[in-house]
């Protein structure tokens, strides 16, 4: 890794027998865990956690699979169920001595926010997601022609071996595809992040072709299991994203607010990188979670 976020430190920080998180940590105050999506590192934080370390401590991993963490064969569902992640990011800030923290993901990140909320209640104060949904209810939103827009997910859904195959086979067309259509304004993304992210995304292929095959298939029972048995998001939670709803079909607060009875709903004209695309609206939505 040759870029980092200016006056953050790095370490590495084990959180499970097989995995070592790589991880930057910069700012003092109250801890917020930042989580970055696909297919990105944590370096999509670096503006949002440059202003928040002003007065919090601001912890920006990259998550099990992805970046310069440690990404540890899939034996088994378990390996990249979103539950095995959130229990990384609960292990790594106790780790740093914080045992309670808020927690802010975007993409996947916020799908391990979300299973960390659910499962560790005790120790997230604040929840933010950004530009999704629930694992549950993505799967539920998608259908017809308009599902063609995550075709990503059926196909990293597949069985392993052929997902594996044919995206390393073009990895940086594969990866660059996303980066380029959901990137709007490219200057977002300097040349130079964007190679960082296609770097690390080509050297992840399996384990990030894994962590989508759960979210087709543990991560949909460990939903189901929480709706059955009524289990919500009790802290406060804030969610930012695009006008997906007007696309598909559906009512993503009222989806939302199943999950989150105290909830902040917000539809940004910022693309799907909002954190690199729009960074002060993303600080200022986060800072006002912060304050509730």
Not at 104 to 125: F, S, W
Not at 183 to 198: K, S
Not at 207 to 227: E, L, M, N, P
């Amino acid at each position: 890794m040759t870029i980092t976020i200016p006056d953050f430190e790095y370490q590495r920080v084990a959180v499970d027998d097989d995995v070592t998180l790589n991880v930057a940590v910069g700012g003092s105050g109250s801890p917020v865990v930042l989580l970055h999506g696909f297919p990105q590192t944590h370096l999509m934080w670096r503006h949002v956690a440059a202003d928040l370390a002003a007065d919090h401590t601001v912890i920006c991993p990259d998550l099990r699979g992805y970046g310069d963490s440690d990404k540890p064969v899939a034996r088994d569902a378990d390996t990249y169920a979103k539950r095995t992640m959130a229990a990384d990011v609960v292990t790594l800030a106790r780790r740093l001595g914080h045992e309670r923290f808020a927690l802010a993901g975007h993409d996947r990140g916020a799908l391990v926010a979300v299973r960390a909320g659910l499962d560790h209640p005790d120790a997230i104060t604040h929840l933010a997601a950004l530009d999704v949904l629930p694992t549950l209810d993505m799967w539920d939103v998608l259908h017809g022609a308009g599902a063609a827009v995550a075709f990503h997910l059926y196909l990293m859904a597949q069985p392993p071996g052929l997902p594996e195959q044919m995206i390393s086979a073009s990895a940086d067309a594969f990866f660059g595809h996303f980066l380029d259509l959901w990137g709007g304004n490219p200057d977002a993304i300097p040349a130079a992040v964007r190679a960082e992210y296609l770097r690390a995304s080509r050297e992840a292929v399996p384990s990030i072709v894994a962590d989508y095959r759960a979210s087709a298939g543990i991560d949909v029972d460990h939903d189901r299991a929480d709706r059955a048995a009524g289990n919500r998001l009790t802290m406060p939670v804030t969610v930012v994203q695009q006008d997906w709803g007007a696309v598909l079909g559906y009512d993503a607060d009222a989806l939302w607010r199943a999950w989150a009875p105290d909830l902040a709903h917000v539809t940004t004209k910022a693309g799907h990188f909002m954190a690199e695309q729009a960074p002060a609206e993303v600080s200022r939505e986060l800072r006002r979670l912060l304050a509730r």
